[in-house]
């Protein structure tokens, strides 16, 4: 079979979501993992292959990504794995998108732009809900105002039932959280406090929460493509339900989500890899549902005059993919991005961003129909 | 000259070598799986050193060798192991306790132990071990005993230099146990299973302790206490600080107290295990100033009179008074005060004042409806 999409890391959550949204679009598609019982049910779809596929191995996950003979390569694995993913591309030629590398890691990603242009690859980084969904609004916010100053952007989410369900990705939640975040302060990086508190916000759909100052790729990106138009702040703003929050942040606090060897046994173990099979096992209880906000507000001037946009892209537990809670937002954008460079929408080689490369109106469109409403201020984009 | 060898040195048993040291004239063993760790200890109290691991009971019948009296002092897991051990290198025995599971499988080596002419004495630390010679004192004065309420509260005063995450006052594995295995009550002449961490309610201790929350945990006291005083309602309650609560009843809800196992790669692990191994890790708490109160409260009634008893340590480390008791009645057994054989709880076999006298010397008072007699 020609596969039109490889999706590695296809066993985790986002990859289940992404695979699923490429295979009801009507796609082949290659489901890569190291665990095929986790994409049981995706290989009912007739237009899906499994094949296992080890990131580490990246010889070995070139030839497999040639083998397929898809174009384009959709990496929803941990991002640590980032690199590799790349450089497998890069050997067997497949345009790449991956969900983001926080700020570590997208600054090593950007210094593969020359090999990737010179292959005439695409490779769009950061294209789920945040990073994705709100370079985007930025783009489209920015776009409107003559200049900008200073965007905040974040997210924020909360459930019917207040039971901890692990939100998204372990690893990238612990680094989120424990790693110093650099923000843009007056035109120039700089390090600020690990998950300072950063006050109460009410969000679209959400009640109020309290918002923390946590790493995360938009500074880096924004900067880079809004520096022309006078952008000086870049603030980034995680909204957790205190019920969720206290779990995360117990677990970060009793050392389970360090990633030091332990010896259990003779066998060593990292405890983050222990606490993300246990909290995988938590199931989403009946009836629960979740709403996310990914917001953005920019402040600039338009026509001489001080103007601020607000955006929120704003999604609930849908019918059909109860599963996933409002994860479905990182899963299907960077399914639709991947859509949207299979369709040549998306032109730009090298390596580059939402906000660079995704045209805004084709992308709201495709979310809407989806479920996952944009908002300029109180209005609905249409 | 008698022996007596401390197995396992941990917190426990750095605290009975401490107390055998200024106590008793014999030779002191440490039987330990990591030999090296105890160098520099044995050292400075004189004591011999050697290789025993609890898993591997063929080590600890050799190490067992000509010694009088065994304290074990590792996990209770391996209360059994050690005991069988007992019975082959024909050694006395005393433990700090068995979570009531524990104590009831040891309580059927009883004839073993008569047989060989050995005695074990399970459960002998603060509690078990000083809670069930309370009630067996306070039974003296009463004719029939309806209720037995033992109560356990602590507040620490103490000024440190770090404090970990999660401090805990005891071993972190059994905490985790004590905190997901439903706790045992005796009720109306009937064993009853409650939910872990149930009947957190307010009860005012004595001062300093004051106002604190006890909640029902698994102990062993229950597994005895019901026969051997014939009471009808034996409860155990336990209190811990909200925030301590509250982090354990997290990892509980979220599953990571689990006795199952899970596969992790090419590995299966359990999980309370992995879970116990990481707290263990955390940073330890390192005081500057230590100033802790612990109270041990056991209430004992009839229809018409209740007698109250404290055991109660202060101005020092609380975990002294389960490291003491078992230091005492091994010198009771070696010195040939202690001389029934069979497995015993510490009600059935120890001279309460005797070993009030003992605890006395200690620092650690008893007092009766609030008066001293010790």
């Not at chain 1, 009410?202 to 022309?228: A, L, W």
């Not at chain 1, 084709?362 to 300029?376: A, C, D, Q, V, W």
């Not at chain 2, 805990?168 to 905490?175: D, G, H, K, N, V």
Request: charged residues 30%; contains cysteine; aromatic residues 10%.
């Amino acid at each position: 079979m020609k596969f039109d999409f490889v999706v590695l890391g296809a066993t985790g959550e986002e990859g289940n979501i992404a695979s699923k949204d490429l295979l009801e679009s009507g796609y082949n598609v290659l489901l890569c993992g190291r665990n095929k019982s986790r994409v049981k049910a995706l290989l009912e779809y007739k237009k899906a292959k499994f094949a296992y596929v080890d990131l580490n191995n990246i010889e070995k996950t070139a030839s497999i990504l040639k083998k397929s003979r898809a174009k384009i390569a959709v990496n929803c694995a941990e991002l640590r794995m980032n690199i590799n993913a790349m450089k497998a591309c890069l050997i067997a030629g497949l345009h790449y998108l991956d969900l983001g590398g926080l700020q570590e890691m997208t600054i090593q990603q950007y210094k593969f732009d020359k090999d990737f242009k010179k292959r005439k690859l695409t490779a769009l980084l950061g294209c789920g809900s945040t990073p994705g969904i709100s370079n985007v609004m930025a783009s489209y916010a920015v776009d409107k105002l003559d200049s900008v100053e200073h965007i905040e952007v974040g997210f924020a989410w909360d459930s019917n039932i207040k039971r901890f369900i692990l939100p998204y990705s372990i690893e990238s939640i612990v680094h989120e959280l424990t790693t110093d975040p650099i923000i843009l302060d007056n035109g120039k990086f700089k390090k600020a406090k690990a998950c300072a508190f950063e006050g109460v916000l009410k969000f679209k759909g959400i009640e109020k929460q309290n918002t923390y100052c946590i790493v995360h790729s938009e500074v880096f990106t924004f900067k880079r493509y809004f520096d022309k138009k006078g952008l000086k702040f870049v603030h980034y703003k995680a909204g957790f339900p205190e019920h969720s929050f206290r779990v995360l942040d117990m677990l970060i606090k009793l050392g389970f989500g360090s990633k030091e060897l332990i010896n259990i046994n003779g066998i060593n173990l990292r405890p983050i890899d222990f606490t993300r099979e246990i909290l995988k096992k938590i199931a989403r209880p009946k009836n629960y549902k979740e709403t996310e906000d990914i917001w953005i507000k920019a402040y600039g001037k338009s026509r001489g005059k001080p103007k601020k946009i607000e955006m929120d892209c704003v999604v609930r537990t849908l019918k059909g993919w109860e599963n996933f809670g409002s994860n479905i937002n990182t899963g299907m954008s960077i399914s639709i991005m991947a859509q949207m460079l299979n369709k040549n929408l998306i032109k730009k080689s090298g390596i580059t961003a939402p906000e660079e490369a995704v045209p805004p109106a084709p992308f709201f469109s495709e979310l809407k129909k989806r479920g996952m409403h944009i908002y300029i201020g109180k209005k609905h984009f249409i | 000259m008698k022996t007596i060898g401390i197995l396992g040195l941990g917190s426990m048993g750095k605290i009975i070598a401490k107390d055998l040291v200024e106590t008793f004239n014999g030779k002191i063993i440490y039987l330990v799986r990591g030999v090296n760790s105890v160098k520099d200890l044995a050292k400075k109290y004189n004591a011999e050193i050697r290789y025993a691991d609890v898993s591997k009971p063929k080590t600890l019948v050799k190490a067992f060798k000509d010694i009088d009296v065994v304290i074990h002092a590792a996990h209770h897991e391996f209360n059994l192991n050690v005991m069988k051990a007992c019975l082959k290198s024909k050694t006395n025995y005393i433990d700090l306790g068995g979570l009531y599971h524990y104590t009831k499988k040891q309580l059927k080596l009883n004839k073993q132990f008569e047989k060989n002419n050995l005695t074990a004495i399970i459960g002998m630390g603060a509690s078990p071990g000083i809670t069930n010679v309370l009630a067996k004192y306070a039974s003296k004065f009463l004719d029939k005993i309806e209720n037995i309420e033992i109560k356990i509260g602590n507040k620490d005063f103490s000024t440190y230099k770090q404090i970990s995450p999660l401090s805990a006052s005891y071993s972190i594995q059994t905490i985790l146990e004590e905190f997901s295995w439903k706790p045992a009550v005796f009720i109306n002449g009937k064993i009853k299973f409650v939910e872990p961490i149930s009947g957190r309610e307010e009860y005012k201790f004595p001062e300093p302790v004051g106002t604190q929350k006890p909640q029902y945990t698994i102990h062993s006291e229950i597994a005895t206490l019901p026969y051997t005083l014939k009471a009808k309602n034996v409860s155990f309650k336990i209190a811990f600080d909200d925030d301590f609560v509250d982090k354990i009843k997290l990892l509980k809800e979220n599953g990571f107290m689990s006795d199952e196992k899970i596969k992790i790669g090419e590995n299966e692990f359990n999980i309370k295990e992995v879970s116990a191994k990481i707290l263990k890790k955390l940073p330890k708490t390192i005081p500057e100033k230590i100033n802790q109160c612990e109270i041990i409260r056991v209430i004992v009634s009839s229809e018409n009179k209740k007698i109250i008893l404290d055991a109660k340590i202060s101005g020092e480390e609380i975990d002294k008074d389960t490291g003491v008791p078992p230091s005492i009645i091994s010198l009771m057994i070696a010195d040939g005060k202690i001389t029934d054989k069979g497995v015993f709880p510490p009600e059935s076999i120890i001279p309460e004042k005797d070993f009030f006298r003992e605890l006395a010397k200690r620092k650690i008072y008893i007092y009766k409806n609030n008066k001293k007699i010790n």
